[in-house]
């Protein structure tokens, strides 16, 4: 039987701590950053993103940090064959491969051992994006209903990225969504996983950290970074929590303090939504930063018990 390549995985909410606790345990045990952030593999945010500093960088190798442009739509199944590369050449190189982010479906789908093919055909997501524009959601939702009436059950007629997904993983791989996770679990992951989560119990001092944060964020250019991506225009990028909240102020609609209030409460809200995900797994580890002296040391301990 093969062996399981050892992975730690940091994971938890915005503003929680991972980037200086995944390079605090990079440093400790010889390990890689692999990063699991949807919004960091983007060059141009790195202020919106709080992407890893160049300071940061230079104390660790990363991986799959401000390496495409902003106008390229990235999936998971190009996200996954990327970080799954990375891990083997962290490990080849007799690293620790770190996965480090918030990205609740990168890290799931990287970790749980999904394989998506190479074959992948961008021509079908596109031949299906344009019939979604001419005929509709309703439409693509009822197609969805014929071949894959589970997901078509799950999904929300709104929910147009996961309905095209779903149809495009039938049209090429000839399988459901439930049977491509199927097959992934029957295959397993090819990763001994030790989950590290960091959060607070205390939400509201979570909250007072994302202020902090943004108000720093501000201060830092934040502001002349979103407009620099609203010129551009690129349509995954600009999406990104922290350029779009000001797009309205951009446009002479509002006030700069009403754009800062709003990016405030969308961030509280997608934290929310990230805790929510993350408590799904029973696997992860949870170091509570505000019940903890040392969320580093508390960290290695985990590794060190769990024989990393």
Do not use: C
Not at 177 to 191: A, C, K, M
Not at 244 to 252: N, Q
């Amino acid at each position: 039987m093969t062996e399981k390549q050892p992975v730690i995985a940091v994971v938890g909410p915005t503003a929680s701590g991972k980037t200086a606790l995944s390079i605090g345990l990079a440093k400790a045990l010889s390990g890689e950053i692999i990063s699991a952030d949807s919004m960091q593999i983007y060059k141009g945010l790195e202020i919106a993103s709080a992407a890893p500093t160049d300071a940061e960088m230079a104390e660790v190798p990363h991986h799959l940090v401000r390496f495409i442009e902003p106008t390229h739509r990235f999936s998971v199944a190009e996200y996954v064959n990327k970080a799954s590369a990375a891990i083997a050449e962290t490990a080849d190189a007799g690293h620790l491969p770190i996965v480090v982010g918030g990205t609740g479906l990168y890290v799931d789908s990287l970790l749980s051992g999904i394989r998506f093919k190479d074959e992948d055909d961008p021509s079908v997501r596109r031949r299906l994006e344009a019939e979604a524009d001419l005929y509709g959601m309703e439409h693509m939702l009822e197609r969805l209903r014929l071949v894959d009436p589970k997901s078509a059950a799950r999904l929300h007629i709104n929910d147009r990225k996961r309905i095209i997904r779903a149809l495009e993983i039938y049209e090429i791989h000839g399988m459901t969504v439930d049977e491509q996770n199927e097959l992934s679990r029957i295959n397993g992951s090819p990763y001994r996983v030790l989950w590290i989560g960091i959060n607070y119990k205390d939400r509201e001092t979570l909250y007072k950290r994302i202020e902090k944060r943004i108000d720093l964020m501000i201060e830092n250019g934040l502001t002349d970074e979103a407009r620099a991506a609203y010129e551009v225009s690129g349509k995954t990028a600009v999406q990104a929590i922290g350029h779009k909240e000001f797009f309205l102020f951009f446009e002479g609609k509002e006030t700069l303090e009403q754009a800062v209030s709003r990016l405030k409460t969308e961030t509280r809200h997608y934290a929310k939504r990230q805790i929510t995900w993350f408590k799904r797994n029973g696997d992860i580890n949870w170091i509570y930063a505000d019940e903890t002296d040392d969320v580093l040391s508390a960290a290695l301990s985990l590794a060190r018990e769990n024989g990393y």
